[in-house]
């Protein structure tokens, strides 16, 4: 079977180029050819579809479909909830200082923060105790009692002491907790340890 061939002029046409740079395409050997015994370049139309392929990005007739791009990865997803604007920006300091490729969410109110811990689903928790809105004890075990966030991790902030937090041991029991005047020096390896699974941290 003869290839289906077509002139340097009508190759030139179907490319919208001039015939010298058709010619200078052949002779860089981005499009397939030969010349006659007479001299005149024959140049395979198959090889003009191909070069006009690549440039668009369209697949050609009866070719293979390039196989979909697999979904980029989800990037670790932390939730904040705590109600005071300076502890917000001191542990966003330090989640971008040692998690720099997370996602890090924050609400201000228990309230806001079920609800974006229900829609985000995040891999780890961070929550102070006393909110405004909801009792942070309360929030706790309902999120550690939940399936939905069954693979999180749960840290909790507080600017209680070990005395005033005796009535929230119910729902610490097994939970790391970071006192505020320590979150520079404890929560850094807190949130590594949490955050690859590691026994310092307790599922939710």
């Given amino acids: 079977m003869v290839p289906d061939t077509c002139s340097t002029t009508e190759a030139a046409q179907r490319l919208g180029m001039a015939v010298r740079s058709v010619q200078l395409m052949v002779d860089r050997g981005e499009l397939q050819a030969w010349k006659t015994p007479g001299g005149h370049r024959r140049i395979l139309r198959a090889s003009v579809d191909a070069w006009l392929s690549s440039r668009s990005g369209t697949p050609l007739a009866g070719s293979a479909a390039p196989a979909p791009t697999p979904p980029a990865p989800r990037p670790l997803t932390l939730l904040l909830i705590e109600d005071s ?3 917000q920006n001191l542990i966003s300091m330090i989640v971008k200082r040692e998690l720099p490729r997370a996602e890090l969410h924050v609400a201000s109110d228990g309230i ?3 609800a974006m811990a229900g829609r985000l689903e995040p891999d780890l928790l961070l929550i102070d105790i006393l909110l405004p809105g909801i009792d942070g004890a309360a929030l706790i075990t309902s999120l550690r009692s939940h399936p939905q966030f069954s693979r999180s991790r749960l840290i909790v902030v507080t600017a209680l002491d070990e005395a005033q937090r005796a009535p929230y041991a ?5 939970v790391p907790v970071v006192h505020k005047t320590e979150l520079v020096t404890l929560l850094p390896r807190l949130l ?3 955050t ?3 026994a310092a941290s307790a599922p939710v």
């Fill in 192 to 194: 590594v340890d949490a």
């Fill in 170 to 174: 119910f729902a610490l029991q097994g």
């Fill in 196 to 198: 690859r699974g590691a």
């Fill in 85 to 87: 604007v300076h502890f």
């Fill in 112 to 114: 806001a923060g079920l």
